[in-house]
């Protein structure tokens, strides 16, 4: 899988993934870790409601040091990649966005 390669380029301590109950990315991330024995955090929503998920992405932000975005051709930037993003920007944590199919 592309975004697996992408991650071998870091030295990743520790993933923060959104939990997001479609799957996708999130999942990816979550799995990735488990197989490189990484630990791995995951901010699930505590609901469905738009506050909930900026709840869980403001986790996300506040327990990382860098932010690997994933856009895919089908979702693109995501309303949750692209808040998660720039509240990353806002708090000055550095950001790199990969494109994987």
């Given at each position: ?45 505590k609901d469905s409601t738009s506050e909930a998920f900026r709840e869980r992405n403001q986790k996300i932000v506040d327990n990382c040091d860098g932010l ?34």
């Amino acid at each position: 899988m592309r975004m697996f390669l992408i991650l071998n380029r870091y030295t990743i301590k520790h993933i923060v993934s959104g939990a997001c109950p479609l799957g996708g990315i999130d999942s990816w991330a979550a799995e990735y870790g488990k197989l490189k024995g990484i630990p791995v955090t995951e901010f699930a929503p505590k609901d469905s409601t738009s506050e909930a998920f900026r709840e869980r992405n403001q986790k996300i932000v506040d327990n990382c040091d860098g932010l690997i975005v994933f856009l895919t051709k089908r979702y693109g930037l995501t309303t949750g990649s692209k808040m998660t993003t720039n509240m990353a920007i806002a708090k000055g944590i550095p950001i790199k966005i990969y494109f994987v199919e």
